[in-house]
Each structure stands twice: as structure tokens, then as C-alpha cells.
């Protein structure tokens, strides 16, 4: 199954890096390294930059910020680092970091090596080269819903996991914050859901359902699996927004992104990953299955769910805006004040729904 292993590309010219500075600061911390490497780039997020490092023999994946993002902002790569430092004794998806460079000289900004994972990615669907039918796409899943399980179960009172977040009262600070964000994202034309926002404030839950690690972007195109058994999950991605936070919350941002068979085409079109494929659990089971797995209660979702979505929508809004203003001019982003609005329109479904 080769041929499915997710492949990097051919180096952006506006994504390039001093290659030569790179390997003169890895030889000088890691073992074993020859020759100068190739680079190539990964297609995968829309944020921080992933690549390929080839020596001989040898293969490593850097991920630094884009161009012009500063240490501080969103795009911190030294804490995603450290993160998975921290947790990779407690829970083994999470790649080898080998090297972290804190000296912003070497390429303009900070950034971080690990191994690399090789294996298959599945984006918006699932290629018919891995032989998955109905059956064991199922199985697939719910194996996809154990690793989340798991790292809900990690065990936080190890000193090296405390400092990942401020732990109770998450749901709180999180409906505050993003409220503010998307309050602050707004352009003309916006849609205020204020209405959103007072239910969101009005019906949290009071308290947290714990304290666990949460990944805060957990979908299939931040697992890696097995390029001999892709019913076998042997990595987990893009740690940048893990924190220490409340379960369901995680499961609720999960859930934001998946879109089943029976979605409405317009919410089809945001589909980034092949949870709509035959096999796949729908939405309500997905709920009912991690339930049964971790004994929290998830009968009353539906906050979880409106959260989710609601996140979705802001992130969402931050980049039309930032297209408004001439920040970015893909023209892609045309359209995603339109998409804010449809999201907030399930939004109030959800809530409609909730009040029969």
C-alpha cells in the first residue's frame, strides 16, 4: 500500500528556508546525520508549515511557522514542541521530537524536528487503494474514537502535564474567549448571533466533566495509519491548540467537522475528512459510543455540539476578515462570510432542537 502513504510536494518558493543553516544547527544536535537534505513539503493545514528533511538513510519532519508569524501568536511552535514532549511518555501516538531551536537566527523563526511517521493520511476521502468496505470502515471509526478516549485517560497529575493548561473552569474561560473573538471578527454583513452567544452563556455546564489532556483539533487528517493495517492508528498530529481542558468540549470541536451522508449539500461542501463514507458512525453515535467507552454522561450534548460548531464559525469569520482587509487574497476566502452565517444557522438548529 505504498502508494497511499502520505506523500510530501515539491517546495513552495514562498515556504522556503536556509537549508544549509538548518542542517549545520541538526548535525550539531542530533547523531548520525550525512550529506546535505532534500526538502519537500507537506500539502496538510492551513496554518503552520510541515517538511520533509532526506539524508541518506534518514528521514525528519520540521514544522515552523508561516512566514511573518510572530513567537508569541497562535502559531507557537516551541510550545507545540514542548507539548508533545511532555506527553509522549504517557501516550505513544505522538511523534519523537529530536530537536528544538529557540534561536530564531538560524531561519528567521523558532522551530522543531521530529521523526517522521510514515504511513497513510486520509483527507476528504477514503482512496479505494486501502480495500476498506463497510465493515471495517466502522472499525476504523471506532478506533479513531479510542485513541481520543485514551488521551482523555492520560493521567494529568504527572508534573510534566500540569503546566499544559489552568484546568478547571475551561468551559468557562472558553465561552468568554471565543465570544470576544468572534465579536472582535466581525465585518459588515455579519450576522451578530447574539442570540447564540446568551444560549452559550445561559446553558453551560457549571462545572467541568474533568481535567484532561485534549487535543482541541482531533480529525482524521491529524491521525496517521498504519501503511499495512489502516485499521491501525500509529500516529497522532498537529498539537498546537492541546491543553488541558474538559473532555466533552474536545469531542464537541470534534465533531464540528464531521460531516455525515446525509448532511445538507451546503454543509458537504466543508467536508474535510470521509466521515460521511459508508461504515462510518453518524454523529449521535459517535456521542453514544464515546459515552459507553469513557461512562461520562453525554445525554444532554447538544451545548457540546452548539460549542463546537460556534468555535468553527469564529475561526472561520477571523479569516474572512483578514480577507476583507487584504491580510490574505485567496480567493477562496471569498466566500467565508457566507459560511460563517450557514454555521451559525446550524448553530440555532441544534438549539431549536434542543428546546422540544
Not at 9 to 29: M, N, P, S, Y
Request: include cysteine.
Amino acid at each position: 500500500m505504498s502508494d497511499t502513504l502520505d506523500q510530501a510536494r515539491t517546495l513552495r518558493e514562498e515556504d522556503a528556508f536556509d537549508i544549509a543553516g538548518v542542517d549545520a544547527f541538526l548535525k550539531q544536535h542530533l547523531e548520525g546525520l550525512h550529506g546535505v537534505p532534500t526538502v519537500a513539503q507537506f500539502s496538510g493545514g492551513a496554518s503552520n508549515l510541515t517538511y520533509l528533511l532526506n539524508y541518506p538513510g534518514r528521514e525528519l519532519v520540521l514544522r515552523r511557522p508561516p512566514a511573518g508569524a510572530k513567537a508569541k501568536s497562535a502559531h507557537d511552535m516551541l510550545r507545540e514542541a514542548q507539548v508533545m514532549a511532555a506527553l509522549k511518555p504517557h501516550y505513544p501516538y505522538v511523534p519523537g521530537i529530536l530537536a528544538i531551536c529557540d534561536d530564531a537566527a538560524v531561519i528567521g523563526q523558532h522551530f522543531y524536528v521530529m521523526e517522521r511517521l510514515r504511513g497513510s493520511i486520509l483527507r476528504r476521502d477514503v482512496p479505494p487503494e486501502l480495500g476498506l468496505d463497510a465493515e471495517r470502515t466502522r472499525q476504523l471509526c471506532t478506533a479513531f474514537i479510542d485513541r481520543l478516549v485514551e488521551l482523555h485517560q492520560v493521567d494529568t497529575a504527572s508534573p510534566a502535564l500540569q503546566h499544559l493548561g489552568k484546568g478547571e473552569g475551561y468551559i468557562a474561560r472558553q465561552v468568554v474567549g471565543w465570544s470576544e473573538r468572534w465579536r472582535q471578527a466581525a465585518t459588515e454583513g455579519t450576522d451578530p448571533c447574539e442570540d447564540v452567544l446568551a444560549w452559550l452563556a445561559e446553558t453551560r455546564p457549571a462545572h467541568d466533566n474533568a481535567t484532561c489532556v485534549i487535543h482541541n483539533d482531533y480529525r482524521f487528517d491529524n491521525v496517521v495509519l498504519d501503511p499495512h493495517e489502516p485499521l491501525h492508528i500509529i500516529g497522532v498530529l498537529d498539537w498546537e491548540m492541546a491543553t488541558l481542558g474538559d473532555p466533552l468540549m474536545d469531542l464537541g470541536g470534534a465533531l464540528a467537522y464531521w460531516v455525515q451522508a446525509d448532511d445538507d449539500a451546503v454543509f458537504q461542501s466543508f467536508r474535510r475528512q470521509p466521515s460521511n463514507a459508508p461504515g462510518m458512525l453518524t454523529r449521535c453515535e459517535v456521542i453514544d459510543y464515546y459515552g459507553a467507552r469513557t461512562g461520562w454522561s453525554v445525554d444532554n450534548f447538544d451545548f457540546y455540539e452548539v460549542f463546537g460548531l460556534f468555535r468553527l464559525m469564529v475561526i472561520i469569520q477571523q479569516i474572512y476578515r483578514r480577507f476583507v482587509l487584504g491580510q490574505t487574497t485567496r480567493a477562496q476566502f471569498a466566500g467565508f462570510g457566507d459560511a460563517a452565517r450557514y454555521i451559525g444557522a446550524r448553530c440555532r438548529g441544534v438549539i431549536a432542537r434542543s428546546a422540544l
